[in-house]
């Protein structure tokens, strides 16, 4: 099976543009999860996608944003980007959504990741 | 909300000795511990997963260990090898949000 994709893989812009970034999940999986890594701050967790619906989010302002196809592959978008935006991106594929679930333990696999500089 | 604690100073050692990594958990016990290695510019690989009822889980060179007296997980690659040098992320799934350690870069010197 082929992995988790995401594009593009380098990005660069600048203060108060926006971003979309893809993730194509792994065949068959239809959770879909974004993280944000940065030096400073590790590895954040933004939100979660299943069937197309938000199912968690993390605490990061509304600037981000996202949404997933019937097809499962997602999108996100950050508006009006700040320096404070340039991170490593990654995203994640399970098969289930493990988020409302306390004893789910389904293995997430993440893709390289977008890297997104902002000037 | 949960924080997940991993010594930020990379440990170094000798190829073929037993890497000893550290992960702290604050306020409720997860449901279970995940660790994963990150190789530089990639995204992070699955390794293992301990749930709060196991003490200890074993996958080839690796083990790893939950005590919930000390909400701590300990991660062990035995005979480690150059191929191992990495950064290793302790992550939490108890809650709805997943929550990471900023992870321990290993240095195995051969």
């Known amino acids: 099976k082929a992995g988790v994709t995401q594009t593009p893989r380098y990005l660069i812009k600048t203060r108060g543009q926006q971003v979309t970034l893809s993730c194509s999940p792994i065949?068959?999986?239809?959770?879909v999860s974004w993280y944000q890594q940065t030096p400073g701050q590790g590895l954040q967790f933004l939100f979660e996608y299943f069937s197309e619906t938000q199912r968690n989010k993390g605490n990061f302002p509304g600037r981000f944003s996202g949404r997933q196809f019937s097809n499962s592959r997602s999108e996100m978008n950050v508006s009006t980007l700040e320096l404070g935006d340039s991170a490593l991106y990654l995203c994640?594929?399970?098969?289930?959504?493990?988020?409302?679930?306390?004893?789910?333990?389904?293995?997430?696999?993440f893709g390289p990741g977008t890297r997104l500089t902002v000037l | 909300s949960q924080k997940i604690e991993q010594n930020s100073e990379a440990l170094n050692i000798q190829e073929g000795k037993t890497a000893t990594l550290t992960c702290n958990y604050t306020n409720y016990s997860p449901a279970y511990l995940q660790w994963y290695r990150q190789d530089p510019g990639r995204g992070p690989v699955f390794l293992l997963l301990?749930?709060?009822?196991?003490k200890e889980k074993r996958k080839e060179r690796l083990k790893v260990t939950f005590d919930t007296t000390l909400k701590q997980s300990l991660f062990h690659i035995t005979a480690s090898q150059p191929a191992d040098s990495a950064t290793y992320l302790c992550a939490s799934r108890g809650s709805y949000i997943p929550t990471f350690g900023r992870g321990t870069s290993l240095i195995v010197h051969p």
């Open positions: 994640a594929s399970s098969l289930e959504s493990s988020g409302r679930s306390r004893s789910s333990t389904d293995t997430q696999y």
């Open positions: 065949s068959g999986h239809r959770s």
């Open positions: 301990i749930r709060e009822n196991e």
